[in-house]
């Protein structure tokens, strides 16, 4: 009796543990409430003639990862020339180099893509970002795209929603302004960010 009993007990623990972690996993995080337009105040310098994407990270966030890998397979399928960036969260107080983690040196090292330290998360505030892994991507004239998640949920990398819809966008972003993009707007309004909060960790 006490071995069936214990038995009982662990595999009620372990469907107990993984169904917290699967509430985990797939636990949206607070999406951003970006600006319409590129804000001018940004010191990230756009270039003449091509979209901008902007990824917003937490250098400590393990889902992190997963966001980066889903970067690079969105870059590796687009048409579209573009300039992107990896902006890392440094909050102040922290050593100079508390952001070049792991991830930073993933980011690096994509094609095309620059990491950038975001002191004190002032360029996250200014694109409205709470959530790591948090993805913008503007178009040429500046106007905004594409604002959502490129994961399915937190640290798992693979086919999904978010990623498919950006480069979708990517290859057709030269023809693509908003008049002609409203009926993609609730698309791109319903896609989740999955990862650690950007100030909270």
């Not at 949206?28 to 902007?54: D, F, H, K, Y």
């Not at 890998?69 to 300039?83: D, F, M, S, V």
């Amino acid at each position: 009796m006490w071995w069936t009993a214990a038995t009982a007990l662990w595999l009620l623990s372990a469907v107990a543990g993984l169904a917290v972690l699967s509430r985990f996993d797939n636990a949206a995080g607070i999406g951003a409430n970006p600006p319409g337009q590129w804000p001018a105040e940004s010191t990230l310098v756009r270039v003449p003639g091509q979209p901008t994407l902007v990824l917003l990270a937490h250098p400590q966030c393990s889902c992190t990862l997963a966001s980066l890998n889903e970067l690079g397979e969105a870059l590796a399928r687009a048409r579209t020339p573009l300039k992107a960036y990896v902006l890392f969260l440094k909050p102040e107080g922290f050593a100079n180099g508390w952001e070049q983690t792991d991830s930073w040196r993933i980011a690096a090292a994509l094609p095309g893509v620059t990491a950038v330290r975001d002191d004190s998360g002032r360029e996250a505030s200014r694109f409205g970002a709470a959530t790591s892994g948090q993805t913008l991507l503007y178009d040429a004239d500046g106007t905004l795209l594409f604002s959502g998640g490129i994961t399915a949920a937190r640290g798992h990398a693979g086919d999904n929603a978010g990623r498919s819809e950006l480069v979708s966008l990517l290859n057709h972003v030269r023809s693509a302004r908003m008049e002609t993009l409203n009926s993609r707007l609730p698309d791109r309004d319903a896609t989740s960010v999955f990862g650690c909060p950007l100030f909270g960790i």
